[in-house]
């Protein structure tokens, strides 16, 4: 008879985790709040629209192959992609700039901006190359539970190399002064991790990812990737019951031996926690097994939290690109009120995805689909629907002028999703989106440990621990704490 786990939360580390701990042979049921699988990955399907809750971005597709390929299965049988060219349109106020994927014609726009930018550009890329050959394969693999995993010669040998102890700041500005390649190249961690002169230059690695990897879009959008998973789990054996929140973990004899939901309770072997790693501690958990105080997680750097809009139009907006960034105000102001003065934006950077431009099953006909995304600072409180809509038409002002055209007119669905949604709807510590920023005192070993340092039987997965936030990172972590598991109990028959 097959040993029992109990994973609580169905995104894409859940989902992830899942599959490897059936894999290995365990009886795997994975409690999920909401009706349907994908966490902060879930979809809205309203008045026509269909709509992905949360990521947005699908990079590093070689994670996503390695992924199904361990399940003998290929992306391409799964879902159907399609490279997105350009990658993405910048908007500034001296007006638009397009992205493209193809890296000569990136070079070419480089060399327009700064002369000889393209063949720095050539060298930038070199570097990031080796930081994410080894950073993704030496670096993120590993479970971080101490210093030692570390003792590897190839990381050891390129540590400097790798970039670890400077800056992303100083790291761009060896390479461009202009400021428009400078935004460009330091986008991706003032977005998702910390501003750029606290952030190593090991992230870099996301510049690879993003001009030499590309940016891509799954048909049907990213929730499509969460279907492919949900189904590969069931063909697996995993179990699914959706609709369950748990209350509680039960702890008996040091052990997590129950969860504990408000309609039933599961016995279990080995527990892994899906959900937000702080809820579980300090909701799910007596106090007395809880790994960390109050005072370690108030300590923590988050990374953003989001103001996001989902926007349905009545007709089609002329020349829209798939992604936008809307970087049109003070690049570092933004970035100092998310992460120093942690306040509501006074003049923000937004970004808009219009899925419908690539995507005809997402709106219907002659509509267009936006979703409309603002980082804020985690934690702030003053959450207020007029708040919300004061930056809705702020933001759509800019779209129009940038546009050319009125769009507040042609507005037949909206919503919104902030800070209290992300308290409400998935107990997300301090309203994060994205987990804790990326800086150095927050990466490997020092984020919070995926096996409790209190109840042997319990583990973690997903954005709060190794390796980090992002879609990519969420697969690999399902798949670092199964092995750990694994290490720890053996396989499931």
């Not at 120093?340 to 219009?354: G, I, M, N």
């Not at 070993?445 to 992002?470: D, W």
Request: glycine share 8%.
């Amino acid at each position: 008879m097959s040993r029992k786990v109990i994973i609580i939360g169905s995104g894409f580390a859940g989902l992830s985790a899942a599959a490897f701990m059936a894999k290995a042979g365990w009886e795997v049921t994975v409690i999920e709040k909401h009706g349907i699988p994908g966490g902060r990955a879930r979809q809205i399907k309203e008045a026509g629209f269909t709509f992905d809750m949360g990521p947005s971005w699908y990079w590093m597709p070689d994670v996503f192959e390695r992924f199904f390929e361990q399940f003998g299965k290929k992306v391409t049988d799964q879902y159907r992609l399609k490279r997105l060219d350009p990658s993405y349109r910048i908007y500034r106020t001296d007006g638009p700039m397009d992205v493209p994927a193809g890296l000569d014609q990136l070079k070419e726009l480089f060399d327009t901006i700064e002369p000889g930018a393209g063949k720095r550009l050539e060298k930038f890329l070199e570097e990031a190359a080796y930081k994410y050959k080894v950073g993704i394969h030496k670096l993120v693999f590993k479970p971080g539970r101490s210093l030692t995993e570390f003792f590897d010669w190839e990381l050891l040998t390129g540590l400097f190399k790798l970039d670890v102890f400077s800056s992303m700041r100083s790291h761009v500005a060896k390479f461009f002064t202009d400021p428009r390649l400078v935004e460009l190249m330091e986008f991706p961690v003032l977005f998702l991790g910390a501003l750029p002169e606290n952030t190593p230059a090991l992230y870099s690695l996301m510049n690879f990812a993003d001009i030499k990897g590309g940016t891509w879009y799954p048909q049907g959008g990213m929730y499509q990737v969460v279907k492919s998973m949900y189904a590969l789990a069931v063909e697996l054996g995993v179990h699914f019951c959706f609709g369950e929140e748990v209350t509680a973990i039960s702890i008996e004899n040091q052990l997590a031996a129950k969860v504990i939901t408000g309609s039933n309770t599961y016995a279990a072997e080995v527990v892994i926690g899906g959900a937000d790693y702080h809820h579980i501690e300090t909701a799910l958990l007596p106090a007395a097994y809880r790994s960390y105080t109050a005072g370690y997680w108030d300590s923590r750097i988050m990374a953003p939290g989001c103001l996001v809009y989902y926007v349905g139009l009545n007709k089609k907006i002329k020349g829209i690109r798939h992604h936008s960034l809307f970087f049109d105000t003070s690049f570092s102001v933004h970035g100092k009120e998310i992460y120093t003065t942690k306040e509501w934006p006074s003049d923000p950077l937004f970004y808009v995805s219009a899925t419908s431009v690539t995507d005809d099953t997402v709106a219907p006909e002659g509509c267009e689909n936006l979703f409309l995304l603002m980082p804020v600072a985690a934690g702030l409180e003053n959450d207020t629907e007029e708040l919300r809509e004061s930056y809705f038409e702020r933001m759509i002002s800019r779209m129009e002028k940038h546009f050319g055209e009125t769009i507040r007119e042609s507005v037949i669905y909206k919503r919104s999703f902030a800070q209290r949604d992300f308290v409400n709807d998935y107990h997300a510590f301090k309203g994060n989106a994205y987990g804790l920023a990326n800086t150095l005192r927050q990466t490997a070993f020092l984020k919070p440990a995926c096996r409790s340092k209190k109840v042997k039987n319990l583990f973690y997965t997903g954005q709060l621990t190794v390796p980090g936030p992002g879609v990519p990172p969420s697969l690999i972590s399902g798949e670092i704490v199964a092995k750990e598991v694994v290490k720890a109990y053996g396989n499931g028959a």
